[in-house]
């Protein structure tokens, strides 16, 4: 069976779908030939650090779909007790992709389940200021509880402390590596649940 019209839909190297048709910049996918829009851009980062550095840098420039496509590797490569609070992080860009797209019932969903994520590190965890990501979901939920689009703020700049957001591969760690780490090609988290599958 075709996965879209004209013939079989188009694969990467490793299996996964490849979106063959433009998207503008909140994700939605457009019309074949589209050119008269703002498009989303491929990033492929080769680094979980360059992944989550650019996801900032989309983030601020509220390009939250693209920002949350490059925060997916640092997720994936994330320690279990890590994911979380990256997890967490990334609902809050997606939430920022709802109210781009007009959808104040998503976004309200994604914000609440950020927030939950988020309340179980310290107030400062990986130089993410949860405290202050958590009080932002909780206040921007209940403006558009009450007012609706009208009441919705954008997300605010990234969720970092002072000294910066960064990522550890190591649960225990309590600086950034010295060394980049590769982008996985499969979530760490995925990796681990497969290695103890195998060992039973």
Do not use: K
């Amino acid at each position: 069976m075709s996965d879209q019209p004209g013939g079989p839909r188009d694969r990467r190297d490793d299996g996964r779908p490849e979106q063959a048709r433009p998207r503008d910049r909140t994700g939605r996918p457009l019309p074949y030939g589209t050119d008269d829009v703002p498009l989303a851009e491929d990033h492929e980062p080769a680094t979980v650090q360059e992944a989550l550095a650019l996801g900032i840098e989309l983030w601020a420039a509220e390009r939250f779909f693209e920002a949350h496509e490059c925060l997916e590797a640092v997720w994936h490569a994330a320690p279990e007790e890590d994911r979380d609070l990256w997890q967490g992080v990334i609902q809050i860009a997606v939430a920022g992709v709802h109210l781009q797209r007009g959808n104040p019932t998503g976004a309200c969903t994604l914000l609440g389940r950020a927030a939950g994520r988020l309340r179980g590190y310290p107030s400062g965890h990986r130089g993410i200021d949860v405290a202050g990501a958590v009080a932002f979901c909780e206040d921007a939920a209940a403006r558009i509880g009450a007012e609706g689009l009208a009441g919705a703020p954008v997300p605010p700049r990234f969720p970092a402390t002072a000294d910066g957001a960064w990522f550890a591969a190591e649960p225990g760690a309590t600086e950034p590596p010295s060394e980049p780490t590769p982008v996985p090609g499969s979530p760490a988290w995925r990796d681990a649940a497969d290695a103890r599958s195998a060992r039973r």
